[in-house]
Structure formats: C-alpha cells, structure tokens
C-alpha cells in the first residue's frame, strides 16, 4: 500500500501517542505527509464559530504534544484545529479534503454496559471514510 497523505485524528486521549508513533513509522516509508487533526465538537445552541477558550486550549495542548511526538520520531506534522457540529463527520470530510489515502486514529479500550465500546465516532468514520481507515486500540489495563 503506497501512501501520501495520512490524516491522524486526535483527542486528548494515551491512545493517540502510539497513532501520532505510527503514522510517522508508516510515513516515513514512503516519505507521506501527516497530517493531525483535533475535532472541537460545537453545541448546536452556540455559533459553529464560537471561541470556547477551554477547549481550544486543551486542543493546542493536544496537538503540540502531537507535533513533539513527531519530532521525537524525526518526523514532521501538519496539526489543524477544527470547530464543527459532529466530530466523525468532521474527520471524513477533512480526509477528503486533503486527499487522504488512510485515517489513522488511536483507540481507548473502555467498556459500556459491561462490553467493549467503540463510541459513535469510529463506528461513523469506519462506515462514512472514502479511503483506508486504521485503529490503533490501547492494550487492555
């Protein structure tokens, strides 16, 4: 599989070390741009454009982590901070945006009502995506 582009979707979470490592393993192989997202998702009772200074904050701090993680492994990001209504939909469409071969995100093993739950935004990106989408889940604790 020959990449180019490969969009990392992160959220605060010790899942996305090990998917920000591993998109810049796989990058490096074929010399691919990676490109890390953070999703703010907006209340519908706010403006799409509305500055929520906690989350920002808390949005940078991800993605700078994001970009010294690259940097450890001698590699370069982009990182871009997105406001939208839904967060899966949001990473869809930033993949089509930039022509993205794979989506990449990390995975928080947690269980809901007694079973292993992947929450609503994988499940959408797994179904939605256009191109190659790959898990990295967290080894159970």
Do not use: W
């Not at 599989?1 to 090990?18: H, P, T």
């Not at 492994?73 to 930039?98: C, F, N, S």
């Not at 794979?102 to 959408?124: A, D, E, Q, W």
């Amino acid at each position: 599989m020959r990449l180019e582009r490969i969009l990392v979707a992160v959220n605060g979470k010790d899942a996305d070390v090990e998917a920000v490592k591993l998109a810049c393993d796989l990058a490096k192989k074929s010399k691919a741009k990676v490109h890390v997202v953070y999703v703010i998702e907006v209340k519908r009772s706010l403006p799409l454009d509305a500055v929520i200074e906690f989350e920002i904050g808390k949005a940078e701090k991800v993605l700078t982590r994001a970009e010294d993680i690259a940097s450890e492994r001698d590699y370069e990001v982009e990182t871009d901070l997105i406001q939208a209504r839904e967060v899966g939909p949001a990473i869809v469409d930033e993949a089509m945006e930039k022509d993205a071969d794979l989506i990449l995100m990390g995975v928080t093993y947690k269980k809901r009502f007694g079973t292993f739950s992947l929450g609503r935004v994988i499940p959408y990106v797994l179904e939605e995506a256009s191109c190659r989408v790959l898990l990295c889940r967290e080894p159970v604790s």
